[in-house]
């Protein structure tokens, strides 16, 4: 076993699911943070357990081919993206082998053949339409922008690489707006202070919604704040105040008032107009939302007869696209404010055949089925978490001819798969999916097919 303190040189020949380079030492396992396939590195012992060892980078003594220069200045600090040191070509056969080695762990009935390669950008900067950072002060300077890498300290930035060039704009004009009108960001040892976060929504059109977050209503100058962001930045079509007043880690609070516009923006996806709340849940890369969409909705293969379930279907995106195809389709969220969005975003598409449920997915899916209303094909986009237990085992009771699975977790994925085949799924198709470039994020679709076992009456 190693100890703490104890100088290694070794080759990196994997990483893991947190993007962290895997090395062996007599075969006993060593995780080194910032490093790629392929690395020679020295590296310090920081942490010595039972089963494995943690390792501080020192020194890249022999580069590997995918290493690269990251792009981004704040890089080495912050925490919003773990691969920027390796190219974006390895990035993506990283992401496949996850996905792959996430089911083989979970001893899922699958060949390597069913996987396709990860779905790509083009560009794969400036992608986000939805970014979170926090507000602080230190040495009396007002700080704004992510985490640092395993911490709550609030990394300074003027602008990301990942969001769009509108979103840096926002940074700097409501930095120094806080600092004339003399704006105290929220100190959580003393509870002092007005702003906690600032959170930027912006449609494919780039229309932008800011959310300023805030410890209380209280909030001075906040109408010649507004005046003037609007001044300097305008494709602002809304700014919300979120009201956050827990002692908690969480960026937004559940009331929200709206300062200017009309407290929502509008986005597309395909042919499809959705309305966007600032608590409701939308994919943030709209370029490989439409491709994940799509291939969830070419997978599912829906006819005109069909019944479609969408669980957890957020303000009603799959739902809407799979409904100009089948003959009625069930949407599940347990988000209320989502479920209002989606009822609008069916209306203002002129669909009819749609019909939306706000609740627990585990409570009303297998309340649906006890009243007999069954799902020809089923379509799940769940949290990290995963499938709660109830949803499966309706699942698996109700029988569909089809269950497309949409993943943002290759490990519960692969646990929900796994179930899913003991109730007699197969599965038939993989496509990972870069929704998130620069990161160890991949999201996933997956089809499963009914081979004949019926489900529990």
Request: glycine share 6%; with cysteine.
């Amino acid at each position: 076993m190693l100890q703490t303190g104890k100088i290694i040189e070794t080759e990196i020949i994997d990483l893991n699911h947190t993007a962290q380079g895997v090395a062996k030492i007599d075969n006993f396992v060593v995780f080194v943070q910032g490093a790629v396939t392929g690395d020679v590195v020295r590296a310090e012992i920081t942490e010595a357990k039972k089963n494995y060892a943690v390792g501080k980078l020192i020194k890249i003594i022999k580069p590997s081919d995918l290493r690269i220069n990251p792009p981004c200045t704040y890089y080495e600090q912050c925490g919003g993206c773990q691969l920027m040191h390796m190219s974006y070509e390895g990035q993506l056969k990283y992401k496949k082998d996850r996905v792959i080695n996430e089911l083989k762990r979970a001893g899922t009935n699958f060949d390597e053949l069913m996987i396709n390669d990860t779905m790509s950008m083009e560009d794969p900067f400036r992608y986000r339409n939805k970014t979170a950072f926090s507000v602080t002060e230190k040495n009396k300077q007002i700080h704004i922008g992510p985490y640092e890498q395993g911490t709550y300290n609030t990394v300074d930035i003027e602008g990301c690489l990942i969001q769009s060039s509108e979103a840096d704009d926002i940074i700097k004009i409501f930095k120094n707006l806080m600092i004339k009108y003399n704006i105290k960001s929220y100190d959580k040892k003393t509870g002092k202070g007005t702003v906690r976060n600032i959170v930027i929504r912006n449609s494919r059109i780039n229309d932008l919604m800011l959310i300023i977050v805030t410890a209380s209503e209280d909030f001075l100058h906040k109408d010649l704040i507004v005046k003037e962001l609007i001044s300097n930045i305008p494709n602002i079509k809304t700014i919300v105040q979120n009201i956050n007043s827990k002692n908690t880690n969480l960026v937004m609070g559940n009331k929200n008032i709206t300062l200017y516009g009309e407290g929502t923006i509008n986005d597309t996806i395909d042919d499809l107009v959705f309305t966007i709340s600032p608590e409701t849940f939308f994919q943030i890369n709209p370029v490989q939302t439409e491709k994940l969409y799509k291939t969830s909705i070419e997978y599912a293969d829906i006819s005109k007869d069909d019944v479609c379930f969408d669980i957890y279907c957020g303000i009603g995106t799959i739902s809407l696209m799979a409904a100009k195809q089948a003959r009625k389709v069930y949407g599940v969220e347990i988000v209320e404010q989502s479920i209002i969005n989606a009822r609008e975003n069916a209306k203002n598409n002129d669909i009819n055949n749609v019909e939306f449920f706000a609740g627990k997915a585990e409570q009303i899916v297998p309340k649906l089925y006890k009243q007999s209303i069954k799902a020809d094909i089923v379509i799940v986009d769940p949290p990290r978490k995963g499938c709660e237990k109830e949803v499966i085992d309706t699942i698996i009771n109700m029988a569909p001819k089809k269950v497309v699975y949409v993943s943002c977790n290759p490990s519960t994925l692969a646990r929900d798969v796994k179930l899913l085949e003991s109730g007699g799924f197969r599965l038939q198709k993989i496509q990972p999916v870069d929704q998130f470039p620069w990161t160890e994020h991949v999201e996933c679709v997956i089809l499963m097919q009914n081979c004949g076992i019926e489900g529990k009456k």
